[in-house]
């Protein structure tokens, strides 16, 4: 295989994906996508549009998904630190209604796979985060759909709970059993 290591999670369609950095005494560099190393490792995606946005600590953006145009993500944050979450909503799903959380930081480099089917959301964890991911198909506006983060019926366990910043949609989402 190429310049990446893939961890299967417990949730099947997620996927913490590892990158090779190359690092000397100025800098480093690293391939952040490359399709052939993904196709060697059995991930076939199409990514058609990147996106990249900028939080500050506190921020919860999630849990999001589109309903009739679903997306898969690859994400990473290029600054800063965030806990990225991924919920199950494929209704035929063995591990429906599961979650499972990752670390993305600037320093561990780490990339989270994300495939159609689930709603995704993240909490910065550090003073600020760039946020940067591609998406297997365009956004649809009118077409975007949420579950609420503290949903207990998920159970997340999200690192920060106290003086969280979400904007008023995110404040607003139903509960898993609501979709």
């Known amino acids: 295989m190429g310049q990446i290591k893939v961890e299967k999670t417990p949730i099947e369609g997620l996927y913490v994906i590892e990158p090779t950095v190359h690092q000397d005494e100025r800098g480093y560099f690293v391939e952040t996508y490359n399709q052939r190393d993904f196709e060697e490792a059995g991930l076939y995606y199409t990514f058609v549009q990147d996106n990249q946005s900028m939080s500050v600590k506190g921020v919860l953006r999630g849990l999001h998904f589109q309903k009739e145009f679903p997306q898969a993500k690859l994400v990473r944050v290029i600054r800063g630190t965030v806990f990225d979450v991924a919920v199950d909503i494929r209704k035929n799903s063995p591990t429906y209604g599961k979650w499972y959380g990752v670390e993305l930081s600037e320093d561990n480099k780490k990339q989270f796979l994300i495939s159609e089917g689930f709603a995704h959301g993240f ?45 008023q949609k995110d404040q607003n989402w139903p509960g898993l059993s609501s979709i």
């Open 123 to 167: 909490v910065v964890l550090s003073d600020v985060a760039e946020f940067c991911y591609k998406v297997t198909d365009f956004y649809h506006p009118g077409d975007e759909g949420g579950i609420a983060y503290n949903d207990p019926d998920i159970g997340i366990e999200w690192p920060v709970t106290d003086n969280l910043i979400m904007s």
